[in-house]
């Protein structure tokens, strides 16, 4: 355990960012998630909206630190691609 006061406010911060990340991860994939049964329901139009929420989340997501930039680039770039092949 921690011996120092430094340490000790370490241990805080990284407590609270955990969960501030674990929230946002969370979020995240609840708008994947929503994308994905857009797809499935051939909803092009729902699709296409979810799409654009999922999208800002992920890239906010990345930019905070949460999950990685390549991660949400490849995410985004395979949900456009179902949601392109669904409005054909």
Known sequence: MANHASAEKRNRQRITRTVRNKARKSAVRTFVKKVRAAVAANDAAGATTA??????QLDKAANKGAIHKRSAS??????????????K
Request: proline share 0%; hydrophobic share 60%.
């Open 51 to 56: 799409l654009r929420a999922a999208a800002e």
């Open 74 to 87: 490849r995410t985004v770039g395979r949900l456009a691609a179902q949601v392109a092949k669904l409005a």
